[in-house]
């Protein structure tokens, strides 16, 4: 069965520190891959996505992702994390299938340290 | 820039109550799709609906039912709430394509307390 895995629930990093945000997804083939953010007291925002090509991707907000196919893994990355990032982030997967089903992690929410 | 609106940000209900979710997008969109978020247990689907009167059970479809008139707006109906229906309810959207390669646009979310 497919599922997507965010191992930390919480994480807390200074601001202006680097920042990474894991996710590992199960899937029998190359899924599409997606980060969305949610501010507090609002919907999900995307951040970026992943469908084929170049395994690095960049999105919004200096938000990049790489997807590494060997370890099912297409985690987040920051160079300089700010304080209006702090947030909850979910890391989706969409299937080539059809069904418009797509699974979400549990999420990871962020705390920034001034 | 899409835009998906959510009728009510917070509801207050009581046990037994029939309660009605409204959601309108904007952008043309052929799929809607309504999920329930819980702390700890991140977005589960309840039900998606491709077209015009058309709809899929989700994850967790027991409970709800939805409505789909009109292509812009999506109904989520509680027949009976019950206090295990307390959550955060977030519609989306999303146009058609190969598979789920479209991401998915959200509303702002509806924080239903059931008491």
């Known amino acids: 069965a497919q599922s997507v895995t965010q191992p930390d629930i919480h994480i807390t990093v200074s601001e202006g520190a680097s920042l990474e945000l894991r996710c590992n997804y199960s899937y029998g083939a190359t899924p599409y891959l997606f980060w969305y953010v949610q501010s507090p007291g609002q919907g999900l925002q995307l951040l970026l996505k992943?469908?084929?090509?170049?395994?690095l991707v960049q999105g919004i907000k200096g938000f990049e992702a790489e997807f590494k196919r060997s370890q099912s893994s297409f985690n987040l990355r920051k160079p300089s994390v700010h304080w209006s990032d702090a947030a909850e982030y979910f890391c989706a997967v969409g299937t080539p299938s059809g069904t418009y089903k797509y699974i979400f992690g549990t999420g990871t929410r962020l705390k920034v340290l001034a | 820039d899409v835009k998906v609106t959510q009728s009510s940000r917070y509801l207050v209900k009581r046990t037994g109550e029939k309660v009605f979710l409204e959601c309108v997008q904007d952008m043309d969109h052929e799929n809607m799709f309504w999920y329930r978020q819980d702390p700890g247990l991140g977005l589960r689907l309840i039900y998606f609906s491709y077209d015009v009167k058309m709809k899929e059970k989700g994850d967790i479809p027991e409970g709800y039912s939805v409505s789909r008139e009109k292509k812009e707006r999506f109904s989520l109906i509680l027949e009976s709430a019950s206090t295990n229906q307390t959550s955060m309810y977030l519609c989306?959207?999303?146009?058609?394509?190969?598979?789920?390669?479209?991401?998915?646009?959200f509303g702002n979310g509806t924080r239903l307390t059931v008491t």
């Open positions: 992943y469908f084929s090509g170049d395994t």
């Open positions: 989306a959207s999303s146009s058609s394509g190969a598979g789920d390669n479209s991401p998915l646009h």
